[in-house]
């Protein structure tokens, strides 16, 4: 059974940092490309990243490039997501996602930036 | 404001159909496979349709998708209870180099 588990979340104050993790376990992590989505309270899905299989191709949402960095440990079927210069408009519950469709997703962690 | 157009609402009664109908562009729907996705409140999202009308094991032929230019339409048919939730569309944007969602649909079965 596929299971993808977020951690890492918390309260951080706005221009603080954070790193999430996905932990993966029940599939091969190394053969699928991944993603992260956020949602923040009340509002509907919004994508942030994505990574291949190898990791040498990502792509990020505008509203974080160059502020957060997605990258993977096939070796320990980790995913991650390094987010600095957080902002208020950044809170939000964060997904890891399998596949470039998203076929399964995590519980999601939560992330709350404010002062 | 989200990329692809959904209505923001959808009702129906028990045992009735409905259909959610999501607009885009060329360089996403038109050139690049749509998914589906449920999001009960409370819960993770769920993929209920890939590859504009593949439905993933587990999920009932209630639910079914479709694709025509560069627009998708998901139907749910024999309406539950169960199937009050929010209801997504995505797919990749060429042109942006980005995956996009609809800004979600509120089923109501009343």
């Known amino acids: 059974e596929v299971h993808l588990v977020e951690s890492g979340g918390g309260l951080v104050q706005p221009g603080g940092a954070l790193r999430l993790s996905c932990a993966a376990s029940g599939f091969n992590f190394s053969s699928y490309e991944m993603n992260w989505v956020r949602q923040a309270p009340g509002k509907g899905l919004e994508w942030v990243s994505y990574i291949s299989r190898s990791g040498n191709t990502r792509y990020y949402a505008d509203s974080v490039k160059g502020r957060f960095t997605t990258s993977r440990d096939n070796a320990r079927n980790t995913l991650f997501l390094q987010m600095d210069s957080l902002r208020v408009d950044d809170t939000a519950i964060y997904y890891c996602a399998r596949a470039h469709y998203c076929d399964s997703w995590g519980q999601g962690t939560l992330v709350t930036v404010s002062s | 404001q989200s990329v692809l157009t959904q209505p923001p609402s959808v009702s129906a009664a028990p045992g009735q159909k409905v259909t959610i109908s999501c607009s885009g562009i060329t360089s996403n729907i038109g050139n690049n496979f749509v998914s589906w996705y449920q999001q009960v409140p409370g819960a993770t999202p769920r993929l209920l349709i890939y590859?504009?009308?593949n439905r993933p094991s587990g999920v009932p032929d209630r639910f079914s998708g479709s694709k025509s230019g560069t627009s998708a339409t998901l139907g749910i048919s024999g309406l539950q209870t169960g199937d009050e939730a929010d209801y997504y569309c995505?797919?990749?944007?060429?042109?942006?180099?980005?995956?996009?969602f609809g800004g979600g649909t509120k089923l109501t079965v009343l």
């Open positions: 995505g797919t990749w944007d060429s042109s942006l180099s980005a995956v996009v």
């Open positions: 590859y504009n009308n």
